[in-house]
Structures are given as C-alpha cells and as structure tokens.
C-alpha cells in the first residue's frame, strides 16, 4: 500500500492519469428507481383536452380571422376560385394539423415534450451526433434515456453510422435545428402582430369612420399590454384562457353552420377534392400564388407540437379531432357560403358574416381569442429558448419559472422586451394584413419542412418504422411542404424577407455561442490537471487547509479544472474538503431527482477531494439554491458511507480486502459481489458462515470473517469522514467559479478571429454572467479568470 502511493515515474504519468480518470460511480443506481408514472385516468385526460384549448389552440383558432383576405387581397372575382381555396383549406387542415402532427409527429414526444429539440434529443439518444461536451456512457443508464440498439446491416444501422461518422452531416443537422428554433422565434413575433390587427381590425366593419392609424394604435397599445403580463405566467390566467377560447371554438362553428343554411349550402360539395385541380387548371400561376394565404389557415400547427408538454398527447389528441377541427371547419364553409353571395366582402369576410346581433360580443371574443393565440406563442418560444439555453445553443438569460406543477411554464424577461419591441416595429411598419400574412407564411412553413426532416430520421433510427412508410411519409410532407415554400417566397418582397432576416439574426447569435461553448470546452479539456499531479502534493496539497467547502465549477465532468492549479498558485489556502461540481445537461427532458447527482472521490480519503456531476434535462428548472447544496452534500455523504470506489483505487487500494474477498453464495443460492455485499450480510451480526453443500469450506468462513471486522473498521472511518463533511458544512461553503476568457489565435483566418474576437465576446458581455446563471451569492462567490487562446 505504501509503495503504491510514491509518486508516479515520468515514465507510466500518462499510464497512471489514465488509471485514475475513471468514470464516475452512478451513486443512484444505489437508490429505489423512480416509479413510473400513472396512465390518466379519463376525467383527467377529458380535462387536460378542454384546458389544452386555451394554450394549444390558440394560434391555430384564430386562423379565420385572416385567411380569405391573405388568399384574394386582389379581391374575389368567380366562385370556383372560391370553391377551389375552400377545397384546399379543408384537405391541408386534414393532411397537415391532423393526420401529420397529430397522429404522427405528436407520437414523437420526448416524455410527453414536443418541439425541435425534442426531436434533435430522440436522435441524439439513438446516434452519438450531439454536440453536447462532456457526454459520458453513465448518461444511458437513465430512466429517462431510452434507446435501443439498430442492426448495423439494417438500413437504419448504416444511417447511424454515417451519421456518426460524418462530420459534416452532424454540423448540417445541428444547423438545421438551430434554423427551425430561429423559425419558431419569428412565428413567435408575427404571431401577435397578425392576430391582433386582424382582431382590432374587425372594428372598421361596423365604425367606418375609424381609420387605419387608430386601429394601429389600438393594436400596438394591445400588444404592450399583452406582453407586459407575461411575468405573472400562464398559470395566473390559464383557467381563463381554456373557456374563453372554448366559446370562441363554438361561436365560429355555431355562425359558420347558419351562414351555410342561410346562405348557400352548395359550398359543401368543396370536400370533393376534384375542385383543387380545377383550382389549379383555371388559373395555375394565380391559385399557385395564393397558397401562401391558404397557407395561413393552418397556422399554429408548430406551437400545437411545442405547447404539448403542458398535457398529454392522448388529451391533445382528442381535443383536435373532436373539437377544434369540426369548428374551423365550419367557420371555412360558412365563410365561403357567405363570400359566394357577397364576394366584395372578401376583405373583412369573418366579420362581415357575423349576424348584426352578435356583431359587438364576437368583435370582444375575437379581441380575446387574438391575445390568448399570442400567449400560446409567446409561451412556446420562451420554452423553446429555455431548451436552446439547456443544450448550449443559445446565451445564458434570465429564466423565471412562472409555476411549480409545469416545468415548461417559463419567464424570459430579456426575449420577452426584444419580441415586444419588434412586434410592434412589425405592426407598424407593415400596417396592414397581407404583408404580415407573407412573413407568417414563410416562418410557418420553413419551420413545418424542419420538422418533416427530424421525422425522417425519427422514424429511421428511433421507430424503426418500415423502409416503405418512411418513403410514402417523405414523398407526402416533404412535397406539401415544398410547394408551399415555394408560393411564400415568391413573395419575399411583399414582407416575406421578414422572417428570413429575423430567423438569420437569431441563427448567427445561437451558431455563435454554440461554436464559442464548444472550442470553450476543448480549451478546458486540453489544459485539465493530471489527477497524478495533485497527488503527489500530499494530503495538504501544499496548502494550509481551511474549515469548509469549496464548490469548484467546470464544464469537465472528467480530470480536474486548470483553475484549480491557477487558484492553488494564487492562494496559500484551500478548504478542508474539496468538490469539484460540473453542471451539465442531457438530450433528454428531465433527469429524476435520485438520478441527480453522481460522484467519485480523488485520491485516497484523507485527501478529502471529490468529483460531483449534477445532471439535468433540458425542461429541468436548474436552480443553484440551499435545496441544491443540501441534496449535494447528503447525496455526498451517501457515497461516503456506500464506500464507493476512489480514483486512486486501482493504485492505491490493490491490497484492500474489497478486491480480494471472494463472493459467497447466499444461502437463497444468490451470488453477490463487493464489499456492499458483505455489509448486507453482516448488518447488525459480528461473524456469519455461509453453509451451502457445494461451496462451504473452512477457508471461506474465515475470508467472510476477516472480510466483516475490517467492514466494521471501515465504517468507523466512514463515519468519521461523513462528520467530518458535515462539520465543514456548518463553516460554510464557498463557490469557486472559473471566469475562461478565449479568444482566437494570431494566426487564426479572419472568420474565426470574427467569431470568437468580436461575436462571441460580444455575446458574453451583454449576456447573463455564470454566477447569476448558478444563482451563487455574491458573499460565497470566487472567480477564477484565465484567458485561453484557441
């Protein structure tokens, strides 16, 4: 044992480091696993698929609001440009809402959680093409890390490797996740701009006399209110939210199916999909243009997807089908039967269909309706960003968690004033409708051929759905997606630039910091401390060791930080106990809480000096607080007293009686193995014999013997060294944080200079700093700053 502690040759230092950076110990795989969550029972699903309305279907809802005056801006001339529209608005709300995001794309939740990331996550967990550092292969032992093994003759076994292999194509796919978050941002800008002013608009029907520039002023006075109560959250208003977008569900279907009695009920034969060709055969480059207003008609789809962790799928799956698509479509129809009467109405034809009487309540219900549709956006992409932030794709903000029960009810105040500010640049710079409705489209429909993508290789890798469905999936979706593409960006000058400036300035900035994080990483990675240095330093480590904790952060979940080094040459003094704490997160939506934590110890015990990995999922609320400490430190001493294995065990341990004692039989003819074993047989007894026919020897008795008395000897120490944890506790704990500063190499080219230089740095001046981000008070706080050149 002795001879095995002297300090390492030169000649085995790169031998010996490799030894001692073990993985860590899953310290939770020690504790009873999560239960498993309890199916809903019915009442609960029906009553999560009426609240899911108020924050699901909003955005979709309000669609009618808009659509016909986007589809004919030029005004309506004949009725079977009419029947046509009709037509393709009925079979895109059952090809694309329907059939692809609510009974396939909805199935590919991660744990009950939708949205861009959530389909990156699912194949990331099925092929190593994260780009996440510090990933380790004790990730995939979580409960909530489920995966399978793909035949590598198969054809999603070749995809796999491809994909693994191929650098390119793992940046290509982070890009385009990235581009479809930077999509989902637009539509959560847009959406508030068109569904407000097409709202407010409905007050020139009945007042004439009011013009334009009141209706703007009202709108943008709506909007600075609407996202002036975003800090109260969701859950303040939700249960309002579910009856106020309930009525407004009925009233549309209810005006929809009098305006087809009363006025022409022969636009029912619009569900006979020969009107779309003849649509088409009339006018091909006209019908084509105006895809990008009946586009509009499914708007929302993408916010349905990305809401859905606020539910569950089947609650979201009923309300849909059942519900939410038999009133719009009867809102389309009676629209329509009413345009075939009155085709100069088409400009304001939601509200010229209204009856006189109801005009005043819907024009209040209408108002409503356009603000919650806003809320379900806005709502979205804050949780989206919260994942992008999670997963290192986007720079540290403030996140304020707005209710305990949902997770992905958030606050970001920061996005919440840039979405306000340039909502309303919008609204009133394009003062009108059909501008705002070329923008949404292109948002919309970029962030739908996104998703189809994902799905591809969902249901490749994760599924492993049959090669034929995979193609009929592909060759359906991609080629709606496609077409509507391409009639948006014809009119890219009529507003459709809009969403492809905003999603750039979003891209570059998460391009940015996601590129910075990870060259971050590598920097910290290359300058790691040999675990084989500090332990020559002694139990002191050549300093005088203070009472208390020391918390030092990193990003390396493997090998101590270079700040430490930089701290030990700076400071005479280090604390009586040491942890080093990474805190990372996972491509998955939640870590449990006894999977938490996982520890290792450095060196032999009297170094006191420890390895923490605190692990969290994307839509995890993170919050460094007493709480965290507390669960640290008690899952610390867990370990302690489970006397798991040390990095130094391999050297410094070889002799102990842990790796020498032969497993015995139980007497239920159960092997067991480890020390752990012989505590489990020896609680509460001095000596125990295994008597088995087979295996029963004297030798063996006497191995168990000697085995339980140095258990008993063990524990002692165990003890002391857990009172010994607690006593620094109560003398308090300092955070040790590390302030890396990077910046690029002289002879670096000029796009990495520009990037790290000027754009990165930038991004970190104006962002979050790390202690706030951890929530550290100031009076426990040290940085640590080096400056690295990559």
Not at 320 to 328: K, Y
Request: aromatic share 12%; proline share 5%; hydrophobic share 45%.
């Amino acid at each position: 044992m002795a001879e095995a502690s002297q300090p390492p040759t030169a000649g085995n230092l790169f031998e010996l480091n490799m030894r001692l950076d073990q993985p860590l110990d899953a310290e939770a795989e020690q504790l009873p696993s999560s239960a498993e969550p309890k199916a809903p029972s019915a009442f609960t699903t029906l009553r999560f698929a009426f609240q899911s309305l108020g924050i699901v279907y909003g955005d979709l809802g309000t669609s009618p609001l808009y659509v016909y005056h986007s589809t004919f801006p030029d005004g309506l001339t004949e009725k079977e440009d009419l029947m046509g529209a009709l037509s393709l608005i009925i079979y895109l709300l059952l090809l694309i809402p329907l059939l692809k995001y609510t009974f396939i794309v909805m199935k590919a939740n991660d744990n009950g959680q939708g949205g861009t990331f959530s389909l990156y996550s699912l194949i990331c967990r099925h092929a190593r093409v994260d780009t996440i550092p510090s990933q380790h292969w004790t990730d995939r032992m979580l409960t909530t890390y489920q995966s399978h093994v793909l035949d590598e003759k198969s054809v999603a076994g070749k995809t796999k490797h491809w994909l693994e292999e191929n650098t390119y194509a793992q940046k290509l796919l982070v890009l385009l996740v990235l581009f479809g978050t930077s999509m989902l941002i637009g539509d959560g800008l847009l959406t508030p701009a068109i569904s407000v002013l097409s709202s407010v608009g409905g007050i020139q029907v009945n007042k004439p006399q009011v013009n334009d520039d009141w209706v703007l002023a009202l709108a943008c006075i709506i909007l600075v209110l609407l996202f002036s109560v975003q800090r109260f959250g969701t859950g303040k208003v939700g249960w309002f939210f579910a009856p106020a977008v309930f009525v407004w569900f009925l009233s549309i279907g209810l005006i929809g199916i009098y305006n087809i009695v009363k006025h022409d009920p022969v636009v029912l034969k619009a569900f006979l999909p020969t009107y779309i060709f003849r649509y088409f055969q009339g006018h091909a480059k006209k019908s084509w243009v105006s895809l990008g207003g009946i586009l509009l008609s499914i708007t929302g789809t993408e916010a349905l997807y990305a809401d859905v962790g606020h539910f569950t799928v089947s609650s979201v799956q009923i309300a849909f089908p059942f519900f939410v698509l038999p009133c719009l479509l009867a809102s389309y129809v009676g629209q329509a039967a009413y345009l075939s009467k009155h085709p100069g109405d088409v400009t304001h034809a939601f509200y010229r269909s209204i009856p006189e009487p109801v005009y005043w309540p819907m024009f209040v219900v209408a108002t409503v309706a356009a603000i919650i549709a806003s809320q379900a956006t806005i709502t979205a992409t804050f949780a989206t960003i919260k994942q992008a932030v999670a997963l290192g794709c986007f720079p540290r903000v403030k996140l304020v968690f707005t209710s305990s029960k949902h997770l992905g009810q958030v606050y970001i105040p920061e996005i919440n004033w840039i979405l306000m500010v340039l909502c309303i640049i919008i609204t009133a710079g394009f003062r009108g409708t059909i501008q705002i409705g070329n923008a949404y489209g292109i948002a919309v429909v970029a962030l739908m051929l996104v998703t189809t993508m994902l799905m591809i290789l969902v249901m490749l890798l994760v599924w492993r759905t049959n090669l034929f469905f995979i193609i009929l999936f592909a060759t359906v979706f991609m080629a709606v997606d496609l077409v509507l593409l391409s009639s948006v960006l014809f009119k890219f000058k009529q507003g459709g630039w809009a969403p492809l400036v905003i999603g750039g300035l979003c891209l570059a900035v998460m391009f940015t910091w996601h590129y910075g994080m990870l060259k971050k990483y590598e920097v910290e990675q290359q300058n790691k401390v040999p675990v084989s240095w500090i332990l020559g330093l002694g139990p002191c480590l050549g300093l005088v060791r203070v009472p208390g904790i020391g918390f030092i952060y990193s990003e390396l979940a493997h090998g101590v930080p270079s700040i430490f080094s930089h701290f030990m040459t700076h400071l005479p003094a280090i604390h009586a106990v040491v942890v080093f704490v990474c805190v990372k997160y996972l491509p998955v939506n939640i870590v449990p809480e006894e999977e938490r934590f996982l520890f290792r110890r450095i060196g032999p015990k009297e170094f006191r000096l420890y390895r923490c990995v605190a692990r969290y999922g994307y839509r995890d609320l993170h919050k460094r607080d007493d709480k965290f400490e507390d669960n640290l430190i008690s899952n610390l001493s867990l370990y302690i007293m489970q006397n798991c294995p040390s990095e130094s065990t391999s050297v410094y341990d070889e002799g102990s009686v842990s790796h020498v004692v032969e497993s015995p039989l139980l007497p239920d003819g159960q092997s067991t193995t480890g020390m752990q074993s012989i505590r489990e047989l020896s609680s509460g007894t001095n000596s125990i014999e295994i008597t088995s026919p087979a295996h029963t020897s004297k030798n063996t008795t006497q191995r168990v013997r000697f085995a339980i008395e140095q258990v008993e000897s063990e524990t002692e120490v165990e003890d002391e060294d857990v009172a010994f944890l607690q006593e620094a506790r109560r003398a308090g704990i300092v955070h040790i944080l590390g302030d890396v500063v990077i910046k690029a190499k002289s002879h670096s080219n000029i796009g990495k200079k520009f990037l790290i230089d000027y754009m990165y740095a930038l991004l970190q001046r104006i962002c979050r700093e790390n202690s706030a981000a951890l929530n550290i008070p100031h009076e426990n706080l040290l940085n640590v700053g080096q400056v690295y050149f990559v």
